[in-house]
């Protein structure tokens, strides 16, 4: 059964600061993985998807990293400002029949003060 | 272009009651996922629909649990009888093709008492 870990916990930073968000997953077979922010009573909002054979993505101030072999992926945010506080989530796909059925980690609140 | 709907957003409700979430997925999405949060947990699927068809259901306690796609577009998720338990936030996402990525509505916040 895949199981993904998310670390830190939380993260609370002051304004300018690059930082790293972690996560980690116990099966390599995966189709994708997806980073995730929430918000405070919003739903998921989806930031960058990373193929399986891919090593990296960007989307402006966020890039994330796939390790596949070694079950590991990072999520670098540049400059942060507090608009990004929020709770980080990441989550793989299996592939096979199963691709879509995304498993989570338990997202990294993240509090970015001025 | 319109995000993924869900309504209501908030329902609170006594235990024994049921109660039933409606999910409308982004135009031309065929893939339509329901997905339980816990407090402070990431989300869990529920039921994964391929146009009509439930292709993954296995995660549905299908006891008190049911979902409904008709049309292959608007779905609807029930639970009868509701019970303390199932207070939780129910989400809706949808995506293009199974696997691609998957897109989440604003979720429904149930509360049981």
């Known amino acids: 059964k895949q199981e993904v870990t998310q670390i830190p916990a939380a993260l609370s930073v002051p304004e300018g600061e690059n930082l790293v968000l972690n996560c980690s997953f116990t099966?390599?077979?995966?189709?994708?993985l997806q980073w995730f922010r929430q918000d405070p009573g919003k739903g998921l909002t989806s930031l960058l998807l990373i193929q399986s054979s891919q090593r990296e993505q960007t989307s402006g101030r966020l890039n994330a990293s796939l390790d596949k072999s070694s079950g590991r992926s990072t999520l670098y945010i540049a400059a942060s400002q507090p608009g990004d506080s929020a709770t980080y989530l990441c989550?793989?796909?299996?592939?096979?029949?199963?691709?879509?059925?995304?498993?989570f980690g338990q997202g990294t609140i993240l509090t970015v003060h001025p | 272009e319109a995000g993924v709907v869900q309504s209501p957003r908030y329902k609170i409700i006594e235990k024994k009651q049921p109660v039933a979430f409606w999910c409308n997925p982004i135009?031309?999405?065929?893939?339509l996922y329901w997905y339980l949060q816990n407090l402070g947990q990431g989300p869990e699927l529920l039921i994964r629909?391929?146009?009509?068809?439930?292709?993954?259901d296995s995660q549905l306690p299908k006891d008190r649990f049911s979902a409904e796609r008709l049309k292959g577009v608007d779905s609807t998720l029930k639970i009868q009888p509701a019970e303390l338990g199932d207070s939780a936030v129910y989400l809706c996402?949808?995506?293009?093709?199974?696997?691609?990525?998957?897109?989440f509505g604003p979720g429904t916040r149930l509360t049981v008492l």
């Open positions: 989550a793989v796909s299996p592939g096979g029949t199963s691709y879509g059925k995304l498993t």
């Open positions: 135009s031309g999405h065929n893939t």
């Open positions: 996402a949808s995506s293009s093709i199974p696997g691609s990525e998957q897109f």
């Open positions: 099966d390599s077979a995966i189709y994708n």
């Open positions: 629909y391929e146009n009509e068809e439930a292709v993954d």
